[in-house]
């Protein structure tokens, strides 16, 4: 499929700019999670599910964590923990060599960081042969793949007494400038390290690009920077469920109702109504329509078998806040690449220095970039694709994929 093939030039663009650097021993022994959801804060989920479907209650066969889905494969799997600057714990997940082979000091480190509403299940989920991770292992990569605070993996903080209220504040912006870094910086100590490869998919890029406003080291430890479906501004998205964000993000009562107050939980009627914009009849038989994850990006039957559905289903949507989800709203209503706006001088003094958010830099990304895109991508359409690419001064490949079918999703599981 078009899928293997774009992997594989990924691979080999990684694989030629590489060089055997040197770094030293370190075994970490895997820490399983135990619960077939991942890390969760069980008292707040129980609070929140009761708008969500009973559907989305997901079966450990389908949604085994992906530590465990490595070790399935014959892989070994890493388990690490981090804490941010500002208290979340994250979980970071790593397949430190390939089958039947050891730590050695000339494996070269590549960060694999997830999109919207998922995780590092995302780079496995498709076994051995097609995921990206077990495909760069293969190829003699150190893999390494984060989570970002709020999804299923990342869902803690070292105050237990936090409130809702103020755990899911937070958008890519803190992602950017507190998670990034974070889990970057625990990689390299591991390692020994001083530079790594990057793939991003989705807001994996947008962080990214954050993050070297915040963090100039990134950019200058980074050997190639991939992207796929990669984005900075959004404003011709579209994707049905922003188009509702966008023009009722101002709206409290709504977002109350029908996203969750503070976790980005839709209610009935909204995936009800956003399936209604965007299925077929196939689509509603194979239950796509009830998740959250293909109404967003998109679905194509071309790159996607019915085998593979229910375990892509049993791990997505991971979980944001809605604040996440606004903040994407704010794009497309603004077509900037800001930070978060939060509707009054009070506010935004409180948390910028300024009655404004700042406005994100394109110049400050030095690292060699590649990126990948699709014609029928709802999140990353062609036209805010071209004008990233058009910032980026240091762009190396724009490579667009042939299948004019292929949408942002299919850079994952296609």
Known sequence: MEFTALIVKSVILVSFLSSQGSSRYHVNVAVMETHP????????DLELQGPMKEHNVRDHEHSKPTDEMIIDAGYPAETHTVITDDGYILTLHRIPHDVGGTYNRTRPVVFLQHGLLSSSADWVVTGPGKALAFLLSDQGYDVWMGNYRGNTYSHQHVNQDIDKKTYWAFSWGEMAEHD???MLSHMMEVTGQDTFYYIGHSMGTLTYYTACNYHHWIQNATRLMVGYGAHTAVPNIISPVFWVLSRFAHNLQTISDHLGMYEFLPSNWLIEWWAAKVCDESMMHQGICENLMFLVAGYNKNEMNSTALSYLMGHTPAGTS??????????VNTGGWAGFDYGSDQLNLRRWNSTRPPTYKYDVITAPVALFWGENDWLVVPKDEAALASRLPNLVLNQRVDEVAYTHLDFLWG
């Open 180 to 182: 990034l870094p974070t």
């Open 322 to 331: 809605t604040m996440n989800m606004l903040h994407y709203g704010q794009s």
């Open 37 to 44: 959801m991942g890390n969760e804060i069980a008292a707040w």
